[in-house]
């Protein structure tokens, strides 16, 4: 074949290259022999072009606000009005001589993100779906108001079908802001005043990735009494086992801590690809002869910069661990007691804690901690007060640092780990009573995924009436590592395969060599031992994305613990996927969840959320027994796992929205007229059988998700965990869902079953982004946002200390919003679309805007939130309103509503007339002509109606007005002839007798 080919290529001779030997005939310049290159000197144009490429007229510091924990700051360039190119910053403060760096930072995606902005994938302009706008148009036009416009769409089945089957089909459509703002408003509107407002959701990840665009729209959900949906655990990022054995939620060191580390294992986590702009530590962290090894079943980016590979089988990584712990505890902890491993245990852990025994049909079984209660105590929390023995005195002692501490009085100054001279016995060998057989489970083999019984033994002794044991002696049990004197079955050696834990055991799971798994512990361990606990585990996602991934997770961190690695620079677990820290956290919260409006906000797990509402739980195959401990009692039996769901709210184990199946609203109306607070009523309803959780009945109309607002994510991408059944269940469009439905045998006994799945529970489904996704292709709108070179925000991370704020480069093109100024304007069309018929709206200050909410449930009070009548003089202080004025003669609604807002207040909106003298508001601008302030109100004339002042002129216009008026967008009015986009007062709005004066000018522009 080569000779072939060679042979071809003489015969083709000069005329294969022609082209590049033209070139000498062609050119004028000097070309090399081969044709391929040209040499000139003194030639501009090439040079211009090169150097206008990289020319800018001002460069503006941004960062990105992507979920991969970097928050890098980047230099941006901007030429004409247009972003050209991007560039990592160099001016980050140094962290000290003793450790690299944490600049340069970024990455080839972050260095090409400026394509968005002019992509042909963004999002330029809002849309909507065809069918839903020509509807909606229809029904406006003849009804005249949004909200009873909206409330006709989605209450006729036929109309509300035709819109939500056309989901994912095409048929966007552009509209303009205006129109868009007036649809979503109502439809919020209508959901809370039919439904509730837990009815209504919203969904945005990651909040310190972009601050404050998470907070413009947890803060609108959060006001209006809407559920806020978690993302860490619906993006299965969340390591559950972190709260389950530290309390804290991934409380991890930043990235410069691998360079301190003297034995780094990465384990389910590609930090070159993943983790880019922090990479260099590892690969630096070497040159301090720090051994790297990776755990991975495919060779991936970071295993080329490893010096060891384990490649367990995917999802197998818990074995692994196993089998290392039992290698540790064996050698440096039975056979060798390593006195640092030992003090750390008995010191920082809940190793030495008593655990009671009790009776089952099994033998005895591993029950709950000894506590204070146990033993007669009477203190504060006394029944969550852990007990152990001391070693010197072989008393028991009820330690500082348990839960029974944390809350109360009696707890001040005992919220540690100072033992005050106790040494905990961290097992009860040498000293115990009896030696007894214990049933423990083994999930490696059984009839059911919920496993199998091994009995092993384990030292006890009698403490107050209880058999007990130490947390540590359990362990050993459980990882298989024999003592003498013990009854029970135990592996002979690391090569046994047939009892859990060993080498042996986990090789024949994950095709680790036993041998290399038995050398990576004992390296990890010894290591561990010569630096005082520097060895450290970076996981990662890899490992997170597996069933039971909290337990695989807490035999990792089982090994940082036993070695005495955890809370040391350099050492115990780095876990760099998922939850990035608001640094802020403090003015965050009370910002994004509105805390300086209301407490606790509905806040919720995304997942359980969503296995309820796109009706996953009616197609499970099994249930909750099949998963439970062969230990267990039998609880679940009969159970489905939406049972199990609908018992956890019902226990405020887990929070669950919508609350109740009806209107909360509706709930403290009737609370109020029998003139018993909330709880109570709500307990009495319960109690009657008149209430039922929604989390009981999720295919029930009066319980389903009505609007979901996503922004800063893609839901329904490949996140979308059961995608198919949200577009059959949740949207009402074509989905592949192929699952036959539980068998009757096995449906929930507490959770209602309709015979027919509903399809379609949303009415409508808004996004936010400004590109294209899976999720705006399934929206009924799709609204333009800005990228993150055209917004002020700010990002921060777990990885490094710093806070880098966005700043715009340019302003957003197009028709492109941020995420706060569209919130703001879906607000304030909310507010103008809500007007109850005796609501007497106080005004809004045009300088402060403060709030016109009223702030108490008497309906005789004259004055809101203030002493004194319409009478007296009402100020904004701070941005704080002070005494204002409820109209005499009108009734309080029956429900708190906010009032309309100056920049949507117009004549339509104005309170209804009580008399002709009723006191109302003349001034809708700061100052009095008595007593001038920057920021006052004074109350004007019994006059009906009452005349804007104008913002151009000292002295109100001519009242009444004839005249019309332009509604300016500060909130303030200009008088003027009658126009184009001018408000007109009727003629009947005047009072009776009131002359008609002459319109005054306009004023110049």
Excluded at 603 to 632: C, I, K, V
């Amino acid at each position: 074949m080569e000779n072939d080919r060679e042979g071809r290529r003489r015969q083709s001779g000069v005329a294969e290259n022609w082209p590049l030997a033209a070139r000498r005939l062609l050119s004028r310049r000097e070309v090399s022999a081969d044709g391929r290159a040209v040499f000139a000197e003194g030639d501009e144009r090439w040079e211009g072009f090169y150097r206008d490429r990289w020319s800018h007229d001002r460069v503006v510091r941004s960062t990105h606000g992507v979920n991969c924990t970097g928050s890098c700051s980047w230099m941006v360039y901007v030429k004409d009005g247009l972003i050209t190119w991007e560039h990592q910053a160099t001016d980050y403060p140094s962290i000290g001589a003793d450790c690299p760096e944490y600049e340069p930072r970024g990455c080839p995606r972050g260095a090409s993100f400026s394509w968005y902005t002019y992509s042909p994938s963004r999002v330029r302009y809002p849309y909507v779906r065809g069918v839903l706008l020509k509807l909606w148009r229809e029904a406006r036009r003849r009804l005249g108001d949004p909200v009873a416009a909206w409330a006709e769409i989605t209450g006729d089945p036929a109309k509300a079908r035709a819109y939500k089957r056309a989901r994912g089909k095409g048929g966007l459509v552009r509209a303009d802001w205006d129109e868009v703002n007036e649809m979503v408003a109502a439809a919020h509107v209508h959901t809370v005043k039919a439904y509730g407002p837990d009815r209504v959701a919203g969904f945005s990840p990651i909040p310190a990735m972009s601050m404050a665009s998470y907070v413009a729209g947890s803060r609108f959900m959060s006001l209006i009494g809407g559920t806020l949906l978690s993302f860490y655990d619906w993006y299965a990022d969340l390591p559950p086992a972190s709260p389950q054995v530290f309390g804290d939620q991934t409380d991890v060191p930043e990235a410069a801590d691998w360079w301190n580390a003297g034995y780094l294992v990465m384990w389910g986590s590609n930090i070159p690809v993943t983790r880019t702009p922090d990479a260099h530590f590892l690969t630096e962290t070497r040159y301090n002869g720090t051994k790297v090894v990776a755990i991975s079943p495919d060779y991936a980016d970071n295993v080329k910069f490893a010096d060891e590979w384990l490649a367990p089988h995917p999802g197998t990584d818990g074995a692994l661990a196993m089998a290392m712990g039992h290698v540790i505890l064996r050698e440096f902890l039975v056979d060798r007691e390593v006195p640092y491993f030992w003090d750390y245990l008995s010191t920082y852990t809940d190793a030495p804690f008593l655990v009671t025994l009790r009776e089952s049909g099994h033998g005895l079984v591993p029950d709950g901690f000894l506590t204070a209660a146990d033993l007669g105590g009477e203190e504060e929390h006394a029944r969550f007060k852990t007990v152990l023995l001391d070693g010197a005195t072989d008393e028991t002692v009820v330690p500082g640092g348990s839960l029974g501490f944390r809350w109360g009085e009696a707890g001040r100054g005992r919220w540690n780990l100072d033992l005050d001279g106790v040494e905990p016995e961290l097992s009860l060998l040498e000293t115990a009573e009896e030696m007894v057989e214990v049933a423990l489970p083994r999930f490696d083999e059984g009839a059911t995924e919920g496993g199998s019984v091994m009995v092993r033994g384990v030292p006890v002794r009698r403490i107050g009436g209880r058999r007990v044991t130490t947390v540590f002696d359990l362990m050993l049990a459980q990882y298989g590592v024999s003592r003498p004197g013990l009854p029970g079955s135990w592996p002979a050696s690391y090569d046994d395969a047939d009892q859990p834990y060993t080498p042996a055991w986990q090789e024949t799971i994950t095709s680790v060599p036993a041998a290399q798994a038995a050398r990576i512990a004992r390296e990890f361990a010894r290591n561990a031992e010569r630096t005082g606990g520097r060895s450290m585990i970076a996981m990662g996602a890899g490992t997170n994305h597996w069933f039971h991934s909290d337990t695989v997770y807490r035999a990792f961190l089982a090994l940082t613990t036993m070695t005495g690695c955890q809370g040391v620079n350099g050492g115990g677990w780095a876990h760099y996927v998922g939850q990035e820290k608001v640094r802020p956290l403090t003015g965050f919260q009370h910002l994004a969840f509105a805390f300086d409006w209301q407490r606790p906000t509905r806040h919720m797990a995304g997942t359980s959320y969503w296995y309820l509402n796109t009706d996953q739980w009616r197609y499970e195959a099994f249930g909750p027994e099949e998963l439970a401990s062969p230990l267990g009692e039998g609880r679940f039996r009969g159970k489905g796992f939406a049972d199990c769901l609908a018992q956890a709210v019902r226990l405020g184990w887990t929070p669950g929205h919508p609350g109740f199946d009806r209107n909360p609203l509706d709930l403290a109306d009737e609370a109020a007229a029998a003139g018993r607070p909330v709880a109570e009523h709500v307990v009495d309803e319960l109690k009657a059988g008149r209430l039922r959780f929604a989390v009981e009945d999720p295919d029930d109309p009066a319980n389903f998700p009505r609007v979901l607002t996503v922004w800063r994510a893609n839901l329904l991408g490949s996140s979308g965990k059961g995608n198919e059944y949200f577009l059959r269940h949740l949207l009402g469009t074509d989905a592949a869902v192929r699952s036959a439905e539980t068998p009757p045998e096995q449906r929930p006994e507490e959770v209602v079953w309709h015979e027919r799945a509903p399809e379609g529970k949303l009415d409508l489904l808004v996004t936010m982004d400004f590109r294209m996704t899976s999720t705006g292709l399934l929206s009924d709108v799709v609204l333009p946002a800005a990228t993150w070179y055209e917004k002020d925000d700010l990002s921060s991370t777990d990885m490094h200390p710093f806070v880098h704020a966005f700043t715009p480069a340019i302003a957003p093109p197009w028709q492109s919003r941020t995420d706060y100024d569209t919130f703001l304007g879906i607000a304030d069309t909310a507010s103008a679309s809500w007007r109850p018929s005796t609501w007497a709206p106080a005004p809004t200050c045009s300088r402060c805007r403060c709030s016109t909410t009223p702030r108490t449930n008497s309906p005789s009070r004259a004055a809101w939130c203030a002493t004194g009548g319409p009478a007296s003089a009402n100020r904004c202080r701070g941005g704080r309103c002070r005494n204002w004025s409820w109209s005499s003669g009108t009734t309080r609604p029956s429900r708190r509503r906010s009032a309309p807002s100056a920049r949507s207040w117009t004549p339509s909106a104005r309170p209804r007339r009580a008399s002709p003298s009723t006191p109302t508001w003349r001034s809708r601008s700061c100052g009095t002509a008595a007593a001038p302030c920057a920021r006052g109100w004074a109350p004007g004339a019994p006059r009906w109606p009452p005349p804007p002042t104008c913002a151009r002129r000292s002295s109100p216009c001519p009242a009444p007005p004839t005249a019309a008026w332009r509604r300016r967008g500060s909130g303030s009015w200009s008088c003027g002839p009658a126009a184009r986009g001018w408000w007109s007062w009727p003629p009947s709005a005047r009072r009776s007798g009131s002359p008609s004066p002459t319109p005054a000018p306009s004023p110049a522009r």
